[in-house]
């Protein structure tokens, strides 16, 4: 039998609706397992990671990334666990926690990735705002599940919500804010978060209250940039948009640092030599072995041990990353074919998104049905218009990729559809 993991106490498996039953699986392993069998999770499989969603068989989507995030995440408590010296047999950070953040933090990303993000903000900037963070705490508090014809939260533990929350500040905190943020009514799960424990003065200032983290939260982030900096980059070479001539010539462009031009060459002699699968594995390697932990002092570190410790990150690591991340920007995201199916997934999402408001806000006696029963309902039931439109914001938030493409051709193409259609 395993020995008790002091590092957690009571407050940390504490959960927002009271005390779960119990079972043979710790209070994290349920988290983690709640939400592996949630639709929300099994629908990131159809959502745009970089590549729209289905076009081809070996690109990431959003759930394998997710996966490939939770991998490295759990890989770094044991790294941390055997190495660290402020870590022991029974003192050791939670990788089944850890593992829960990491497949939890793109739960509340919209159809067409960060282009579907930006749009469903524009639309809801006098409503409350959209961010895909705030979304996914919306899912695990209030609308992961659904029972006996309304939304439920899936009662998180407080670390894990604690591990989600990468950014602290409230929409209101800012002026029309492009992301980065919770919406103003999630500021209650903030306090229990907290514990009731109210931040410092130094800590209200919304940019330091975002970078204000739990350990945990400290390691899915790091693992996240881990995941993306490099396979952004293999799934651009393998989609055609990087090639060894073209990252030659962003090279040539600038004036990179020496350490820079090593890491260019290393990339061009993986894809010359076709070995840029290898090549991306040992990176991530690389960044698993480059984490280690020192003790910290704030206002909650005497209260868990979550906050006690900080994720140090080997510097030069850190820069190797940033410069991936660059060449991925450069040569595909701003590409205009990928700048095309942006803008043609937004304006699917602007014209689904304000054909329901219109029906359902506007004109909120109208009896034309244009969703599922079960979202019809609950969307009815709502007597405030703002209400309905976070509804709305919800419904098309949930959707993935090729319904929301589905929805639009039905509403929008007369060709399109047929009365026996499935919604």
């Not at 397992?33 to 929300?40: F, N």
């Not at 003790?295 to 909650?300: G, I, L, P």
Request: aromatic share 10%; charged share 30%; proline share 3%.
């Amino acid at each position: 039998m395993n020995a008790v993991n002091s590092f957690y106490n009571d407050f940390d498996r504490a959960c927002l609706e009271g005390k779960r039953t119990e079972d043979y699986r710790s209070p994290f392993e349920v988290d983690r397992d709640r939400i592996i069998h949630s639709s929300a999770f099994r629908r990131l499989q159809s959502k745009t990671q970089v590549f729209l969603s289905g076009e081809y068989d070996f690109y990431r989507t959003r759930l394998t990334h997710s996966l490939e995030v939770a991998q490295i995440g759990r890989s770094i408590c044991v790294f941390l666990q055997r190495h660290s010296p402020l870590l022991t047999k029974d003192f050791y950070i939670d990788s089944a926690l850890v593992e829960a953040v990491c497949l939890a933090h793109d739960l509340g990303h919209p159809p067409f990735g960060h282009s579907g993000e930006r749009v469903l903000n524009d639309l809801m900037k006098h409503q409350g705002g959209f961010e895909g963070n705030a979304q996914t705490l919306r899912l695990l508090t209030e609308t992961i599940f659904s029972r006996n014809g309304v939304r439920k939260g899936m009662n998180p533990t407080r670390a894990l919500l604690d591990g989600i929350l990468k950014y602290k500040a409230l929409y209101r905190q800012f002026k029309h804010p492009e992301n980065h943020f919770l919406y103003d009514d999630q500021e209650q799960y903030r306090t229990f978060v907290f514990g009731d424990k109210r931040p410092p003065k130094s800590l209200r200032v919304p940019d330091k209250l975002n970078r204000f983290r739990s350990i945990e939260c400290q390691i899915m982030d790091w693992s996240d940039d881990a995941a993306y900096s490099i396979n952004d980059l293999v799934d651009g070479v393998h989609a055609g948009f990087i090639s060894t001539e073209r990252i030659e010539r962003w090279g040539e462009d600038r004036n990179l640092k020496d350490e820079e031009a090593r890491w260019v060459k290393e990339i061009i002699r993986a894809i010359a030599s076709g070995d840029l699968e290898r090549y991306a594995a040992t990176v991530i390697g690389a960044y698993i072995r480059a984490c280690s932990l020192c003790e910290r002092k704030n206002f909650m570190s005497e209260h868990t041990n979550r906050y006690r410790f900080e994720l140090v990150v080997d510097e030069e690591v850190r820069r190797q990353s940033a410069l991936f991340k660059k060449i991925s920007f450069d040569l595909v995201f701003r590409s205009p074919q990928l700048h095309q199916l942006e803008h043609k997934g937004g304006m699917m999402i602007r014209r689904i998104f304000e054909t329901l408001v219109e029906n359902y806000v506007e004109k909120s006696n109208s009896s034309t049905s244009l969703l599922p029963p079960f979202a019809d309902a609950m969307i009815r039931r709502e007597r405030s218009k703002r209400a309905r439109t976070r509804l709305i914001c919800d419904h098309i938030a949930g959707m993935t990729d090729g319904f929301a493409i589905r929805m639009y051709k039905r509403l929008f193409e007369p060709d399109f559809g047929s009365i026996v259609d499935l919604i």
